[in-house]
């Protein structure tokens, strides 16, 4: 019998985009991300037949590793994604190469590059190169810079730079740093990466949008009341207190995920699906943000921090309590703002921004809120009738729920209020890929599109600058709330809405 | 997308001359503008149709290659008038010769070979040869020009080609035009070859270019079925790239029949499957084949044997479980003549779990202009139905040839290989 498990008639339908020949180089291989995230990606990538035979991943990082090091580390990382798939693993590890690089002393960089040559003879990669910045991004500036002077950019059609979050700690210093990134590169050369618009889910929303008459009439201030953006964690800050004792849920999630799905959320449709056509239009819905009251940042935002929770079986600690925090630690594990987009579209539509560590859920949603019908001619079989809404879920389940009231059975005419469902798994019983599968293939197609360009990540970053002067020049004016492990943050995040009547939506 | 003319009328120079001319075209003081570096397309462009209709003045001139409305609406009216069958195929050889009756020695502007789809131009094809054979007795005729495209998109950067044009009658063609051909390849680039006309057609010319490792794309829709066949065949065991507009025009079927089966509660039907009918317009199966083949393939089936009457013809698979399958394919008049004969219509799948009709699956897959009513009869309605609408494939062929041309590999596709092979399998289960 053939496999039910996956639609057979659907095999070989896809016509996915092939890569062209290239070469991969990651700095930082040694780091979580690359054998987290990267070398996953790849691998499921190479499963899918989509990476060229001419094709080279080079692993960079200060460990003095060989090839058949970095190929064992990398197989002992990643054994659980490789089990089944053993003959698979072997063959692809051939692409792995492994170069002990310290992008601060030039004459690693010089030496690189010469491994690239013969990489690209052996390889036959031709020169084609994306170079992935997977370091500290206190390194990303000189790093740029190192990759410069060796020559590595100078060819913008033959070379990209990929660059992770997050892009500077505030406008200031992401200003500062595109412009040495931009002296290093051409624009189109850079890939500045948010894994979150690498997202199955996130895309969809523009094709849930602009692919359907339906949705784009109402998608104003003339019917949508309210927008909820939600990206809540269960898990704690774990090993990286380090890098979170200096960000923070603001800096770490608010600033980029969350605002990310705002500007897909808001932006005006774009002419053609292109690339900049895409990322000119959210770069003018960011433009168009400001926080709801730029004058007392500290009336539309909330910050918390996670405390002591769990139960008797599972005890979990506070943020303070972990290891690597500060026991006085006043970052901020807990964030929800309250923005408004200033233009014809969306004036005077609040959009309601939260993300969470320690939170009871692990999920992202965005819910839209439909104003109220004029004049109310049923009894609801609840109290109010309640609004439509179109909640559209990033993860997990992935899908959309629209909200609406129908006729209760029985002879009256009361009103309640069902659900229709949308899921994927129901619709396609097909797991989508990882963000990072999607967005280093597009990275290495040159395909920009996912990718945010240096106006939107300063417009991001500016929107947010209220906040950042008030909590580091005066603090106690936004004071971090505690709240309870495994809770929906601290009270004072629900009185941000209840203040305008409305209610987080609990999921 | 609208046909894009070259910006300077072609220059006709002796075919001795072509070479050289277009060798001197690139060179320039400006070393980066030495053309596109892209591919090399070749397009057999007979357009018979349209030159008896100019040459008997039913339509305005000049040639240009393309099948316009104003073409088709004329072709319909004569076949009404000359009171031919109303399912008659444009390509039809009693049509044609039909208007090849009297007609007039005059010459006609011709502008095959300048005229190009923008979705064509935009992949900047580095030179484009038209061989446009022509009705009356005329010897070898070249034309040569650059050609740079224009596109209204920012993102695409117009790298200009050149384009030559070799016209006169197939045996001028076949004694000189395929050493033109020959002396204007350019060895580095890919070469394909767009057969766009009947694959019965000058079968020396076709076999030429078959021999010469050029990349195919032909149109099974156009040439009887046996000859199409054969062609397949003969491909196949050569080895040779082959790219099918009639399978490129399945597309929306498999995608179609594919989506009901996305939602993983559908697949256990799959294993199931007891009936597959499909309604073809007019009696040309080999698109019909290809989906039957398809499906097996895809299934595992095993093909068992083929019976054929005028009515329809049968197709006996076996499913990996031992149970048979029996599938058909009817060929329905639909009483208006179709340029691409043997489109499928409609398509019915039954999966039978159990003698309770209630408890088994009907499918059932109707093109947009037809409806399906006919595959709801026979207690259909008492199964669990599913049914679903496949939009009407509208593009034109040089789209299709575009789209090809910009996302194949340069060999078969693996999908249409498995497919072939079955295909020929039934094939060659019905010669036996």
Redesign the interface.
Known sequence: ??S??S???????R?ER?ISPQCLVIFGASGDLTHRKLIPALFELYLQRRIPSEFAIVGCARRPWTDNEFRKNMKAKLSNQISGKEKEWEQFSNYLFYEPVDLQESQHVVRLSQRLNEIDKTQATHGNRTFYLSVSPNFYASGCLALKKAGLLDDPKKSRLVIEKPFGRDYSSAKKLNKIVQSCAEESQIYRIDHYLGKETVQNILVLRFANTIFEPIWNRNYISSVQITSSETVGVEDRAGYYESSGALRDMLQNHLTQMLAVTAMEPPG?F???AIRNEKAKVLQASKLADENAPWNCCIRGQYGEGGNISNRLKGYRQEDGVHCNSTTETYVAAKVFVDNWRWQGVPFYLRTGKRLPKRLGEIVLTFKDVPVHLFESTIINPSSNQLILRIQPNEGATFKFEVKSPGSGMKSRPVEMEFSY?????EPSDEGYVRLLADAMLSDPTLFTRSDEVEAAWKLYTPLIELMDNSPWKLPTYNYESMTWGPPESDQLLSKDNIFWRRP | MKPQLTLQTPLELPHEEVSNYLNKLWISEDTDNSGANTFTLIIWQPAWLEQCLVQKGLVKGPITGNLSPEIIEVVKKFILDEGLPLTTSFNSEELLDLLKQNLSNNDFEDFRGQFFESSISTLNPRRLITLAPTLNNSDIKTFVSAYCPLSDSTSIQPICGDLVVVRGDSAAISHKGLKIIDELSIDELPSWLWWNGSLDESPEIFEYFTNHGQRLIIDTALGSPNRCLKVLDQLKKSNKAINDLNWVRLKNWRESLAMIFDPPSRRPILDHITDIDIDIAGDHMIQALFLISWISDKLGWSFLRIEMDSELTRIEFERIDGEKISTSINPLPLGNPSFHLGQVIGLRLISKVSDVQKNNTCIILGCESVECMRLEAGGMANMELIEQVVPNSFSSSEYDVSKLLGSSRGNTSPLFENTIKIALQIFNGFLN
Do not use: A, Y
Request: glycine share 10%; proline share 14%.
């Open positions: 019998m053939p039910t498990l639609n057979p008639l659907r095999l070989g339908l016509q092939v053609k292109e690339p900049e798994d129901e619709s396609f019983g």
